[in-house]
């Protein structure tokens, strides 16, 4: 079965190019540019060789990238290059026209070349922390399809707007277990159907989190392992279905490296874009909504505007898994017709998707179980809801707001199932994302887990908690979960 290793040709163009620290191409420019700052150290029947072929390396690789896509990394190492570049080159023209080549004295030239050669590590120090992310490959016995729809709620207008006539749109994409695919099929795009629209959104993300968006520029160049709309799995099978809401600000895009470890095991993964409080959300006719949620810094207002955004998303996951219930019946002709177990939903979420999937569990009982990933309960009226319910937080510590244990653990007693809640050590609040992939390795923002851990981690103990209640599969769900963090289990009438 396809692990995701091999690309179409045209994605082999992009493998030179970009890379998930640096590419081929950069690290070639990269030694060339260290040749030319080094070159001025070395024995002098040495240098003009090593000079002429760092040189004629460092400008061709680098007018190949000026024209293919020259990342914002390797913008110090040009300009370490260009700095040395005189200073290398000179001797060697001074010598061809038969003047006495002049030798800066070591102790003048030490400055300029400790100054160059931190430039150009600066280069493969900024690729490390804002590389192209590489999504691990999915471990489960399926490929993996994927695709994006969108509806239009037509008993529901849109708050956001004043027209009377707007109605609530929601664009899902799907992650499905496929055929597999020919190793040449391309794979799909991260953060959108096409790289225009996923640079709009990485703009967007980088906006909404106040950073410069030339940050963000290697996350569009990222594939997937997902295969844009790859045939379903052989077999008949139905797959249990799991609907996820990102957080806020965040996009249906943001879980893909854990939607597809679910899809490759078997499961319909359906996340949202929630327009006007999704950082951008491009419809099908190209117009793109941003949005318009902004901290007041008013706590009571915020909380009030944060408990209404959580109500609008949970009549967002209700509908969707009501069209989920139609397409799977055939109602719009689609190749997922008769392949969905509506009847086995999970609602999920991640920050304030989290608390809309709690919300949503506890006003749509079509929902079987409840994955709050680091969600704050946003209920403004909680009341008992008959679903199984794990809650994955971040390791708690003094910075912790010391409001969220106790409000979680209320909301938590209020199941008539078993829940659960697992905190992880070394998780921060974004390791509950893709965010470890692509951003800094900051302990404070994505946690201290690893790139490669962090989604393992956040994989391994969802697929146990669906596989128990979603498939009834029997095992240590409360053992499987301890060996990953503290575990508390609520039980119905019981303390934790």
Known sequence: MWRGAARADDDRVTDLLTGPQMSPLEILALLAAVALVAARWLPPGARPPVTIAAGAAFLLSVLVLSVLGLRWQLFPVVAGAVLALPFAVSPLVRRR???????VRWWLALPGSLVCFALTVTGPAAAW?????????????????????????????ETATPEPDDRRTVVAQLWYPAQESPSDTRRAQYLGRTEEEARTVAGALASYAGLPGFLMDGV???????????????????????????????????????????????YLVAALDHPYDSAAVVLADGRTIRTEVAATGDDTEDNRRAAETAGIRAADLGFVLTQLGRLDRGETGDPLTGRLDTARAAVTGHSLGGAA????????????????LDGYPRDPDPRPFRQPVLALTQEIGPATDPRYLPRLTEVLKLSTATSYRLSIPGAAHLTFMDGPLYLPPLPSLVGSLGRTESPRVVAATTLAFLDATLRQQPGDLAGALSEHGELATYRPGSSP
């Open 97 to 103: 026209t038969g003047r006495p080549a002049r030798r």
């Open 129 to 157: 922390a804002f590389p192209v992310p590489v999504f691990p490959e999915p471990t489960g016995p399926f490929a993996v399809g994927t695709r994006v729809l969108q509806w239009t709620d037509p008993d529901r207008p």
């Open 220 to 266: 569009p160049r990222a594939r997937t392992h997902a295969v844009p709309d790859a045939p379903v799995a052989r077999g008949g099978a139905r797959f249990p279905v799991v609907l996820f809401s990102p957080g806020l600000g965040g996009v249906r895009t943001q879980n893909t490296a854990w939607a597809e470890e679910l899809a490759a095991n078997g």
């Open 357 to 372: 999937a709690l919300l949503a569990a506890r006003q749509d009982a079509r929902f079987a179980a409840v994955i709050d």
